[in-house]
Every structure is written in structure tokens, then in C-alpha cells.
């Protein structure tokens, strides 16, 4: 893949239409759509692609995985509320564009990836753009208890349940965002841990993401 790192006027509009778009459909949080209307998405497509990248689809990245539609990445951004500093683990890094934007929001990533040949193209994209997040690869089901605990945890790949050691794996007044469902359509559900051992669980809407596969997962 030729990655030509051009971002002129065509894109930028493109751009703008789609932070328009995703606050019409009621993505509220203005850090958020900034971070969204900053982060060049066509940079994670072939440039053949590049008139499908503004659109608010997901889109395949190859290895039978895909770029997350925009607004289910501005919907979970949205539901970590992150502030500038915060320590986000992200389980499923896939293209990389969630964690840009995480990124831009002020977080510290440390992000996993399961599927070698989607990481060794990651880790070459983002710091290319000047995102340099921590790369794992591996399996992210489990978290990555070295550097545990986090201000935040965002899984981007569908859950059968929430992993109870990603839970332990969140500060007090931490928040975890994860689609649990079947294989086919998921509830997002947010964990907001209120105590060494209490926990307070929010489900919300239903999404369609790729199985996460792993230890504490498919
Ligand atoms: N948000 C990403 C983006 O915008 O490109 C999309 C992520 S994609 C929907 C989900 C990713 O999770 C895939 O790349 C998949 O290989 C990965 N994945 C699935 N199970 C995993 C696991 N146990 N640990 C780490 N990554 C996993």
C-alpha cells in the first residue's frame, strides 16, 4: 500500500461534512468531533479508497478485519470521557484510527493488537503521521496487567461478556467501554468501577462489530 501523506483542501472538506454529519446524529462532545475533524482517515485506506474514507461506514483494512465507522469511534470516545493525561488501554487496535483520536483527546495509549499482519502495518502508519502510542500485539482479552491501572479501557471488538480481569484492571472512578453480545449484534456497555469492589453497569445501544477473539473472549 502506497501511503502518500496529502491532506489538501478536498479532504479537509470531507472532512467537516462528516463532523457535521456525526453531530446530526447526535454525537455531542465538541473534544471529540475536534479530534474527529483533525485525524486524516484516509490516510488508513488505499488510496483507491480515499472517496469512501469521509463516509460514516466501516471499511475492510484487509486480514478480515475493518476501520470502525466514524460514529461508533466518536460514540465510545464519547462514552470514556477522557481527560488530558488519562491512561487508556485500547484492545483491538486494528487500523489505529480509534487510537488517533483517543490520541488527540489528551490520552496516553497503550494499545493491543492480536493479528500480526494488522499490527506490523499499524505500527509503521501512525507514527508516520506523529501518533506514537505503545504497540502490543497479542492478546488483549486478558488486558495487559503491566502497566495496569488505567483511567480508561476501550475494547473495540465484540464481547460474549465483560472480562472480569479487565475490571481489576481499572483505577477507582475508571470506566471501561465494551460491545457485549453474540457474534452478529452487540449492546455497547460502559463499567464505571465506584470501589475496590463495586461496580456500576450501563447498557446502551446496539452496534456490529468483529468478534473479539481471545483467552477472555470467542
Ligand atoms: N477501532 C479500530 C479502527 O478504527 O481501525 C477497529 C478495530 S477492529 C473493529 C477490531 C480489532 O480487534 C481487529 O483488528 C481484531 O483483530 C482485534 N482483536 C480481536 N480480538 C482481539 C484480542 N483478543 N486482542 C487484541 N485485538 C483483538
Request: glycine share 10%; proline share 5%.
Amino acid at each position: 500500500m502506497a501511503y502518500k501523506f496529502v491532506d489538501n483542501y478536498r479532504e479537509r472538506g470531507a472532512r467537516k461534512k462528516l463532523v457535521e454529519l456525526l453531530k446530526s446524529r447526535g454525537i455531542e462532545d465538541e473534544n471529540v468531533l475536534k479530534a474527529i475533524g483533525k485525524v486524516p482517515r484516509h490516510f488508513f485506506f488505499d488510496e483507491t479508497f480515499w472517496n469512501q474514507s469521509y463516509k460514516d461506514i466501516a471499511f475492510p483494512i484487509g486480514d478480515g478485519q475493518t476501520i470502525s465507522q466514524p460514529y461508533t469511534v466518536a460514540y465510545q470516545s464519547e462514552l470514556l470521557h477522557i481527560k488530558k493525561g488519562d491512561k487508556v488501554l485500547e484492545i483491538g487496535t486494528g487500523s489505529g484510527y480509534q487510537t488517533c483520536i483517543l490520541m488527540e483527546l489528551g490520552a496516553t495509549v497503550f494499545t493491543i493488537e492480536r493479528q500480526e499482519n494488522i499490527y506490523n502495518r499499524t505500527i509503521q502508519i501512525l507514527p508516520g503521521m506523529g501518533y506514537r502510542p505503545t504497540f502490543y500485539c497479542g492478546d488483549g482479552s486478558k488486558g495487559i496487567a503491566a502497566h495496569a491501572p488505567y483511567d480508561k479501557i476501550i475494547v473495540t471488538a465484540g464481547a460474549p461478556l465483560v472480562p472480569e480481569i479487565l475490571l481489576k484492571q481499572l483505577k477507582i472512578g475508571g470506566i471501561l467501554v465494551i460491545p457485549v453480545g453474540d457474534e452478529k449484534t452487540q449492546k455497547m456497555v460502559t463499567v464505571i468501577r465506584v470501589s475496590e469492589t463495586d461496580y456500576e453497569k450501563i447498557v446502551l445501544d446496539t452496534f456490529r462489530f468483529v468478534p473479539l477473539v481471545g483467552d477472555q473472549a470467542w
